[in-house]
């Protein structure tokens, strides 16, 4: 059982940046691929940024790739999620996500929400 906690969320003005955390407890974290995921209200979840368990394997989505870097320190289970030229619709919520991996070397593309382990989620919200 992967325990996931997210922290970062905060208020940022547009074209602001800021840093969301993921950290794991209660399994091998390096096991995981490890998803960043949003959902608005009335929206369906997008699958923002995921990466494989040893980092070499990253999915961006269109809407984020070249403003959002994904990276982990398996040995401080933890994921971050590095944004920039933050606009309104990036504002959400923002949940980080597990799936036990079922070889290493495993490619996260497509990443999708059909993980196997949640946060809570922690909410952005980008306004001046």
């Known amino acids: 059982q992967l325990h996931l906690v997210e922290s970062g969320g905060d208020l940022v003005q547009p074209g602001g940046a800021l840093k969301l955390s993921c950290t794991g407890s209660g399994s091998p974290f390096e096991y995981y691929v490890i998803g960043w995921f949003r959902q608005a209200a009335g929206k369906e979840t997008e699958a923002v940024a995921c990466?494989?368990?040893?980092?070499?394997?990253?999915y961006y989505s269109d809407s984020v790739k070249g403003r959002f870097t994904i990276s982990r320190d398996n040995a401080k289970s933890t994921v971050h999620l590095q944004m920039s030229s933050l606009g309104p619709e990036d504002a959400d919520v923002y949940s980080c996500?597990?799936?036990?991996?079922?070889?290493?070397?495993?490619?996260?593309?497509?990443?999708?929400?059909?993980?196997?382990?949640w946060g809570q989620g922690t909410r952005v919200t980008v306004s001046a």
């Open positions: 990466i494989s368990g040893n980092g070499r394997s990253i």
């Open positions: 996500a597990g799936l036990e991996e079922p070889y290493s070397d495993y490619d996260v593309h497509p990443c999708t929400n059909a993980m196997d382990f």
